[in-house]
């Protein structure tokens, strides 16, 4: 069992910054593929990015290219989202997910409770 706990989502500004943090805990992240998505109410979940276990392939969704950065310290067990030039519609609820070979198909088994972006205009 992997525990995932999510910090530093907030209340920003457009055009603003900021940065989630991911905890790992109960095993070693560093078997595991990373991942981040973001659900806004009424909406199906959306893939916003994802890193292998060894931090050496990166893939982002659509609305996070050129803006979002997805990085791992797997000696601290964290995942980080590092968001820039956030929009309104940026605004959801962001969780972190982790899985065993995962990066490719999109399928996460472990799951964060999530921690709450708000970008006002």
């Known amino acids: 069992q992997v525990q995932l706990v999510e910090s530093g989502g907030g209340l920003v500004l457009a055009g603003g910054s900021l940065g989630l943090s991911c905890l790992a805990s109960?095993?070693?992240?560093?078997?595991?593929?990373m991942a981040w998505f973001r659900q806004v109410p009424g909406k199906e979940r959306e893939f916003v990015a994802a890193i292998t276990w060894n931090g050496r392939d990166r893939e982002y969704g659509a609305s996070a290219k050129g803006r979002f950065t997805i990085s791992r310290d797997n000696a601290k067990n964290m995942g980080y989202l590092q968001m820039n030039s956030l929009k309104p519609e940026d605004t959801a609820v962001y969780y972190c997910?982790?899985?065993?070979?995962?990066?490719?198909?999109?399928?996460?088994?472990?799951w964060g409770q999530g921690t709450q972006v708000t970008v006002s205009s």
């Open positions: 109960g095993r070693d992240l560093g078997h595991y593929d």
């Open positions: 997910a982790a899985g065993l070979t995962s990066y490719r198909s999109h399928e996460y088994i472990y």
